[in-house]
């Protein structure tokens, strides 16, 4: 009647077999991720930079605004980078230390990359899924205002706030927070599109669920592997968007900096001999650009099914 | 068709209106008048100077104003800063000068990018592939402010075969680092786009039997590949034009080379509320009209569109 004991131990063993070679969607991703070679390269780079970032002004011989008279103006023959001067990556116009300079701009750029990624996830995804999941005229009129939206020049309407509200870092975020979330709303609502028919969502329906709780429940943790794909696609763009902006001399202002504003003033005092200035802090943009780029290809390789 | 084309007009002139007002919402809200000086003046003169720039007129006058001067006339009022100028001077005299390298900047981007997308996918693998691929990587990273340095460090200060900067009525000399420095991340990104799916098109089944028919490789790629396969490309082209109009900006604060970047920047500074605002609804409009254009196009070539 009862099956023996070396049946019962070999089912048992089957079952833990089956367990390991069963892999879950996210480890499987893993393993894709991991075999692109590109993709865990940039990821350790990714990492350096962020440690850098966070750690690097423990490291630095100075503070980022001290500005040291004895070398204005001399700064051709006096600022170069050297290590007994504990200047690194050498001085600035004003006589002040690089390196620190740079452990902020790069900070700073980062963040405004992580801020902006943050916000499209959040608000991107809870819109578009809602859009996408209620479909008809509720996403008739939501996707229209995210088309009305987009065919503004953002660019040029932050920089116009920019100039009217003061020019801050708080600032920079919220323009940054009002453009960032456009796109991801758009494919969140695209793949919530694809998703609400399934099986799963129809029986949370037929169970009467509130259909806030379906979103979040059963919408959203289904759109995560494609929104974190984009969403870090977003982080360099971001970043590229607020360099851009702060180059101009319209973004973070001194004391504080950021890439762009750096590699604005290297760009500025080229001629002179400077090259460093230019050299350090474009390095660390162009790392990092080509790092979460890298990443971002790699996570979309192993996640988005489109693309295997 | 006629019913597409209204119906996407019908979009776009309410974006303008809201980018209208919002435009003068936020110069509404600013805080301080643009005559706060850092003398302050009799309040005589500033009222004077208010009456003149019809400040002192109640908001609803003022937007309605503005809107019907923008809308009717294309007159966006004088400006703050420059006493005898109007914002219509200023645009005038920047304007032709972003078109222009705005122009070849886009003519560049898409024909090098097309042709380059295009021949890497015809051959795929090969070292020309590669090079496409590797450059489309490359210069994801190069927008217009990296470029513009590296161009001006290599072709002006190493070498010195090109002008640092300045216009000059638009000789070559002057124009090609601006129009390479705007063009090439674009560029890459349309190479990229290209080559995508261009490799899609050519391993479906139409182009196997045009192949089969014994179609040369070249007229099968031009008649019935391209088509196509530029489809993906089209709606790229509406952002590519705004970003290389917004990138205008550090073009023209770069390479001084006096567009309406130049102007944006300084009023910017300068707080000239209303050549920025002139200046934003300028380009709105151009980024609206694009967009619709190449909607039109898209769902013209595209017969599978619904319209």
Not at chain 1, 78 to 106: C, M, W
Not at chain 2, 158 to 181: H, K, Q, R, S, T
């Amino acid at each position: 009647m009862f099956p023996n004991r070396t049946t019962v131990e070999d089912i048992e063993n089957a079952a833990a077999l089956a367990e390991v070679q069963g892999r879950s969607l996210w480890a499987s991703a893993r393993a894709r991720f991991m075999r692109n070679k590109a993709a865990v390269v940039s990821l350790i780079v990714l990492i350096l930079v962020a440690a850098f970032a966070l750690f690097g002004g423990f490291f630095a011989q100075w503070e980022r605004d001290f500005v040291d008279f004895s070398l204005m103006g001399r700064n051709a023959h006096l600022g170069v980078p050297s290590f007994e001067t504990g200047h690194y990556f050498g001085t600035d116009n004003s006589g002040r230390d690089l390196f620190a300079r740079t452990v902020q701009g790069t900070g700073i750029s980062l963040m405004v990359g992580i801020v902006g990624a943050m916000v499209a996830v959040l608000v991107g995804t809870l819109y578009g899924a809602t859009a996408g999941y209620f479909g008809g005229r509720v996403d008739g009129i939501m996707m229209r205002i995210v088309d009305v939206l987009m065919s503004i020049p953002f660019m040029f309407v932050l920089i116009l706030m920019l100039v009217i509200f003061g020019r801050s870092i708080l600032m920079l975020f919220i323009g940054i927070g009002l453009i960032s979330w456009l796109d991801m709303a758009r494919i969140a609502r695209g793949q919530t599109l694809t998703i609400k028919n399934k099986e799963f969502v129809e029986v949370a329906v037929a169970t009467g669920v509130h259909p806030l709780r379906i979103i979040l429940r059963h919408i959203i943790p289904n759109l995560l592997g494609i929104v974190v794909v984009y969403a870090t696609l977003l982080v360099p763009n971001m970043i590229i968007f607020e360099s851009f902006i702060s180059f101009l001399g319209l973004g973070v202002q001194e004391p504080n900096t950021s890439l762009g504003a750096l590699i604005s003033e290297g760009a500025g005092t080229m001629q002179y001999g400077t090259l460093w200035q230019l050299l350090f802090p474009l390095f660390f943009f162009v790392l990092t650009i080509f790092a979460f780029f890298f990443v971002g290809d790699g996570l979309r390789d192993a996640l988005d099914p489109k693309d295997r | 068709m006629f019913s597409f084309v209204v119906r996407r007009l019908m979009v776009a002139v309410p974006t303008l209106l809201i980018l209208v007002i919002l435009s003068f919402v936020l110069m509404y809200a600013a805080p301080g008048g643009p005559f706060n000086s850092e003398r302050p003046l009799p309040p005589e003169v500033l009222a004077n100077i208010q009456a003149k720039y019809g400040l002192d007129q109640p908001f609803w006058k003022r937007i309605t104003d503005y809107i019907w001067g923008v809308v009717a006339h294309f007159d966006f009022g004088p400006s703050f800063k420059f006493k005898d100028r109007s914002v219509n001077d200023i645009i005038a005299q920047g304007f032709p000068v972003t078109l222009t390298y705005g122009f070849w900047s886009f003519v560049l981007a898409t024909v090098v990018g097309v042709t380059l997308g295009t021949a890497a996918a015809i051959k795929q693998n090969s070292w020309l592939d590669y090079l496409a691929v590797g450059f489309s990587v490359g210069a994801q990273v190069l927008p217009n402010f990296v470029m513009a340095p590296i161009l001006l460090l290599v072709f002006t200060l190493w070498l010195g075969w090109l002008p640092g900067g300045g216009w000059n009525g638009g000789e070559w000399p002057y124009l090609i680092m601006p129009v390479i420095a705007l063009s090439t991340s674009y560029m890459a990104s349309i190479a990229r786009i290209m080559r995508s799916s261009m490799l899609e098109v050519l391993n479906t089944n139409f182009i196997r039997t045009a192949q089969a028919k014994g179609i040369p490789m070249r007229r099968v790629i031009l008649r019935h590949a391209m088509k196509p396969a530029i489809l993906p490309l089209l709606s790229y082209l509406g952002p590519a034009f705004v970003g290389m109009i917004t990138g205008s900006v550090v073009i023209d604060a770069f390479f001084s080379t006096g567009g309406i970047g130049t102007f944006f920047v300084n009023s910017a500074f300068s707080r000239d509320y209303s050549v920025m605002m002139g200046i934003t609804i300028l380009v709105g409009t151009l980024t609206i009209l694009f967009n619709l254009v190449v909607d039109i196009l898209y769902a013209w070539i595209d017969p599978k569109i619904r319209y």
